[in-house]
């Protein structure tokens, strides 16, 4: 039988287990007999209501039974072993030494997590999911009538285009019809003629044979030949056929110049800023500026580096002139060297998403990953020469290249070894670079190109299309704007080196220009890329 409880239905105190009790802790949810409630309440580490105890104003609590005590119910809670534990446990070696604490408080503790956490799950959580499922209910009502108007705005496009087709067509078949008439009338003219002298020629041989049957001295005397005459035989009409030369279907070109679709880009974002809570929460504020940029360190290496690139917040690769790829920490320590593959210099490196190092050989054409101490041949050009790369936010790599002639320039993304798409022209077919040095993918999935013969920035979206092109700010009293290398912060800011000004552009995702980086000691400002943090390192090419 419960000790707890008696044949004559007596209810004891939680605390003493002894006594019948009389009072109750509203908080703690505890029963206590009057001896007891004193020193219930001089625990003031949390807050108590004691009320008269009112029978069936509480449930009777149920105590598990203890597993190693099958008899016993666990009315204690041992705080160190997180268990509830009998009377018998107590006593036990296993537990000495150890703080322990009645079951119902324990319970009653328990109970207020329980409570905050159905008040949080009514209040705020729940009400934020069903908020969220309704923007998606939303979005999907949405989502027909948005494609439906992509699926019209294509099809009038196609449209347009297949009657500009017709027209084409029909004024080339006007053309060809009317040439055709004037070469058959050119040609029936020189006809009618010949048939004319044919007509006199057979007229001439009646008259002659006429005479010679007659023996008539007088038409013999009268004839006047007229062989000359027909000996000079009319001028031939030449006419050259014309002929029809088709242009070469462009597809890439024709697709650009169709129109493209922008990507359809699948993100996630944090809720958390939109909880409902009983106060409102905003979203972190975008990361300020320092008015004055402040120099962190300096990394001793040899002159004229062609690029550096971020492997962590700690180790930066870098490579010059020299078939050397060098891997340095913070401190200046030289970590790791690799030695190109052909032996040639690297022009630029890249790290992908795992941590391997990519790097492009204008000399062997090729664009090559280093993975586990092996150099392995990514992707291996003829008739082009790769320059820079940049790795992007899915893993896939972006190529800068120069025709073997040196007069067209692009931007490939490559997946693997296979092209995936090539940026070249804009919508109206005319080249986007005038030259491609340093490359890099915004956040926002733009590409940024610096193009120095251009002397500006050439920013696409991920389909190829030009954004905008930023060419410098009026506000400097430097020389002409001079770029070359480009990198992008966590807020798609935008840094560009100015090589020959010595300084730093940094515009935002729209090429809205922000500041000047221009003290720092800053000499010949080449390449340059960020940490995680947003840290800022330079390569000085002098």
């Given amino acids: 039988m419960d000790p707890h409880y008696s044949a004559q239905n007596i209810l004891l105190c939680d605390l003493c287990q002894t006594a019948a009790l009389q009072s109750h802790c509203k908080l703690c949810r505890v029963n206590l007999c009057i001896v007891c409630v004193g020193k219930h309440l001089s625990d003031a580490s949390t807050r108590h209501n004691i009320v008269p105890y009112i029978k069936h104003r509480t449930s009777s609590p149920n105590y598990p039974i203890c597993p190693n ?101 029909k004024n080339q078949q006007f053309e060809i019809d009317e040439m055709k008439i004037k070469h058959l009338a050119a040609l029936n003219k020189q006809e009618k003629e010949i048939k004319q002298i044919i007509s006199e020629l057979k007229q001439s041989i009646v008259d002659l044979k006429k005479i010679l049957n007659s023996n008539d001295i007088s038409l ?138 990519v790097y492009t050989d204008p000399d062997a054409r090729t664009v090559n990953i280093v993975k586990n101490k092996k150099i392995q041949e990514v992707i291996s050009l003829r008739r082009w020469t790769p320059h820079y790369v940049c790795c992007t936010s899915s893993g896939d790599l972006l190529v800068t290249m120069v025709s073997n002639d040196y007069k067209q320039l692009k931007v490939v993304l490559y997946s693997g070894s296979t092209a995936k798409k090539t940026i070249q022209f804009d919508s109206e077919g005319n080249p986007l670079f005038s030259s491609c040095y340093f490359i890099n993918e915004n956040r926002n999935l733009d590409i940024c190109v610096a193009d120095n013969s251009a002397r500006a920035v050439v920013v696409v979206n991920q389909a190829g299309k030009l954004r905008f092109r930023y060419t410098g700010h009026p506000s400097t009293t430097k020389g002409p704007f001079d770029p070359f290398g480009i990198t992008t912060d966590s807020q798609s800011q935008i840094l560009t080196a100015d090589y020959k000004n010595c300084c730093i552009h940094i515009v935002d995702k729209d090429g809205q220009f922000l500041r000047y980086i221009d003290n720092c000691d800053l000499l010949d400002p080449w390449s340059l890329c960020v940490d995680s943090k947003d840290n800022l390192f330079v390569a000085y090419k002098y």
């Avoid at 697709?255 to 972190?284: D, N, R, Y």
């Fill in 69 to 169: 005590h099958t008899q016993k119910l666990c009315r204690l809670y041992c705080e160190k072993c997180d268990i509830p534990v009998c009377s018998t446990c107590i006593s036990s070696d296993k537990h000495h030494g150890h703080k322990l604490r009645i079951a119902l408080l324990k319970q009653s503790s328990k109970t207020k997590d329980l409570e905050n956490n159905l008040q949080e799950i009514e209040e705020r959580i729940y009400p934020t999911y069903e908020e969220i499922a309704s923007d998606l209910d939303s979005e999907i009502v949405n989502l027909d009538k948005h494609y439906e108007k992509l699926t019209t705005a294509v099809t009038k496009q196609g449209e347009d285009w297949h009657r500009e087709i017709n027209i084409i067509v």
């Fill in 220 to 357: 013999t005397s009268a004839y006047k030949s007229r062989n000359a005459e027909f000996r000079s035989i009319p001028s031939k009409v030449n006419i050259s056929l014309p002929s029809f030369s088709p242009h070469q279907i462009n597809t890439e070109q024709l697709h650009q110049m169709f129109g493209s679709l922008s990507a359809l880009s699948i993100t996630t974002e944090e809720h958390g800023c939109k909880m409902k809570t009983p106060e409102a929460v905003s979203c972190p504020p975008v990361k300020p500026l320092l008015d004055e940029p402040e120099l962190f360190t300096t990394i001793a290496r040899y002159s004229r580096l062609h690029s550096l690139t971020c492997l962590s917040d700690e180790e930066i690769w870098t490579c010059g002139l020299r078939n050397i790829m060098e891997l340095y920490n913070l401190q200046g320590k030289l970590l790791k060297s690799i030695q190109t593959k052909s032996g040639s210099i690297p022009r630029d490196m890249a790290v992908t998403r795992s941590g391997d190092l």
